[in-house]
C-alpha cells in the first residue's frame, strides 16, 4: 500500500493515462477505467504480488483478447497490467439468465480458452501446483480432524484424489491452458455497440494441466445448487452439460470438484480458526458429501 501511488504515477506517465475513480470491488489488485491519450478505454491494474497472478499477463497475452479481457501492455516489475475495458461490464454473477443458460456462457468461455500447450510454456504445471496443495491439505486435516469427523470418509476421498491429481506424470486429461478460477464473478459482458457483445474472462490464474479442473467454481456458483432440495439432481445435468460441451468425462469433472471442494473446506478452516467461521466452512463438507456421491455414481 505504501508503495501505490508511486506504482500509479509510473504507470500513467508510461502508458499516458487519464485515470477515473478507481473500482470498489477486489481484494488482491488496485485497478481503475482511464483512457490513453488516443481514447482507448482502459483499465489499470496493480496486483499484489502473489504466486498465482504471476502469468497472468502471459495467459492474456495467449488468448489475444478472445474469450478474456485483451491484455495491451504490462510492467512485470510493477506488477501492472494494462487492459481495454469491457463496457459495461456487467458480470455474470450479476445476470439473471436461467441458470442453463449462464452456464452455457462460461463452458463456451473455457471451450476457447483451454488452447493446447505450446512449447517453452512458463506457466506452472498443474500436478506441481496440485502436489503442493496435497501437503499442505493433508497437514490441515489431520490438524482439524476433530471437527469433522461424520464426513471423515468423504474428506479422505477428496484428499486421495488431489494427492493422485499431484504425483509425477500424471496426465488425467489432455494438457491446456487453464484459467484457473473461472467463476461467475470473473466473467463479464462487453458489449460496445460497434461489434457484437461477448462475454470476457477476467483475473485468471494460469496453469497448465486436465481441463476439468476449470470447472468446480462455474458449477458450484453459477448459483447456489447445494440450496435446491435435491442438490444431485440439479448438478449432474449441469455436468453432464459440461462433460459434452468440452469433451472431458462426467466423472473427471466430479473428482476435481470432491478434491477442490476439500481442500477449500481445510483453507477456511486453517484461515478462519474462530468457532463462528469454522462452524460456516464445516456447512461446505455437504457439498464435499455430493460431489464424492456424483464421482463415484
Known sequence: MARLPGLIDRATRRWGLSLGT???????????????ADGTPVVLKLTFPHDEAKYEATALALWQGHAAVELLDHDTQDWALLLRRAHPGTLLLADTSPPHVRLGIAVEILRNLHRAV?????????????????RIATQRANRWAHLYEAYREEVTYGLGLLAAFGRPGAKPGPLVVLHGDLNPGNILLDAPGSVPPQWLAIDPKPMIGDPGYDLWPVLSQIDNPFLYPDPLAVLRPRVELAARALGIPFRRICEWACARSVESV???????????????ALKDLTQVRCWAMLARS
Do not use: H, I, K, N
Open 266 to 280: 481445510l483453507w477456511q478452516l486453517e484461515t478462519w480458526p474462530d468457532p463462528a467461521r469454522q462452524a460456516l
Open 118 to 134: 505450446a512449447s517453452g510454456t512458463e506457466m506452472p504445471p498443474l500436478t506441481t501446483v496440485s502436489a503442493t496443495w496435497s
Open 22 to 36: 478507481p473500482f470498489s470491488v477486489g481484494t488482491a489488485a488496485w485497478t481503475t477505467p482511464g483512457v490513453m
